[in-house]
């Protein structure tokens, strides 16, 4: 059973700094990775989809995969207080077409 | 822009009542899915379904029915609502399957059952 695991559970950056969030899988044969953020009360929009090892930039969010480490990272550029959400990491693999799991999210706060 | 709608966006409902919960999307999209969100867990799936008439079971089916009239809409079904069902409830739609495709998530629907 593929395991998905955030850390740090919560994190708290000044405006401008920047901002590393870490996703966890357990399953080498997973090839498909999404960032989602939700605001307070609202649903979830997906910021960066990657597939393969290496880097993908979508404005100020880059997605860095390492699948050998089983690692995806989330870094975000110049984060602004309206960047303050839940980051949610979302891991499926291509041989099953309906099976995504979620992690538990990374609680991001940032301070003007 | 994709649109999926939830209704309704709160709802109080007493232990052993009939709640039903409402997803309505106008993305055209063949792939629809029921989400549950609880601290300390995550989002689990619960139904999902690919086309009209026809749903599947996700992975915490047990409590919940699924109904999928037409391709835009999608709905919820605690027949019996216990106080563990107490959550926010997500429907989300897709183009193709999760494993090559994004979700679009509606607002959420946050359920009390007292």
């Known amino acids: 059973q593929q395991k998905v695991q955030q850390s740090p559970e919560s994190l708290t950056v000044s405006e401008g700094a920047m901002a590393s969030l870490n996703c966890t899988f357990s399953?080498?044969?997973?090839?498909?990775f999404r960032w989602y953020r939700q605001h307070s009360g609202k649903g979830l929009e997906v910021l960066v989809s990657i597939f393969s090892d290496g880097e993908k930039e979508e404005g100020s969010f880059t997605a860095h995969l390492n699948r050998a480490s089983l690692h995806v990272f989330l870094h975000i550029r110049e984060p602004q207080p309206s960047d303050s959400a839940l980051y949610l990491c979302?891991?499926?693999?291509?041989?099953?077409?309906?099976?995504?799991?979620f992690g538990k999210g990374t609680h991001l706060h940032v301070l003007p | 822009e994709a649109a999926v709608t939830q209704s309704p966006r709160s709802k109080v409902a007493v232990t052993g009542g009939k709640v039903t919960l409402s997803c309505h999307q106008t993305n055209n999209h063949d792939y629809m899915y029921w989400y549950r969100q609880d601290t300390g867990h995550g989002l689990r799936l619960i139904h999902y379904s690919y086309v009209a008439d026809s749903t599947e079971k996700g992975d915490i089916p047990d409590g919940y029915k699924a109904s999928r009239p037409s391709q835009e809409n999608f709905s919820l079904i605690l027949e019996l609502a216990s106080l563990s069902q107490t959550a926010v409830y997500f429907c989300?739609?897709?183009?193709?399957?999760?494993?090559?495709?994004?979700?679009?998530f509606g607002h959420g629907t946050k359920l009390s059952v007292l």
């Open positions: 989300a739609s897709s183009a193709g399957t999760v494993s090559n495709e994004r979700l679009f």
């Open positions: 979302a891991v499926s693999i291509g041989t099953n077409a309906y099976k995504v799991i």
């Open positions: 399953d080498r044969s997973s090839d498909n």
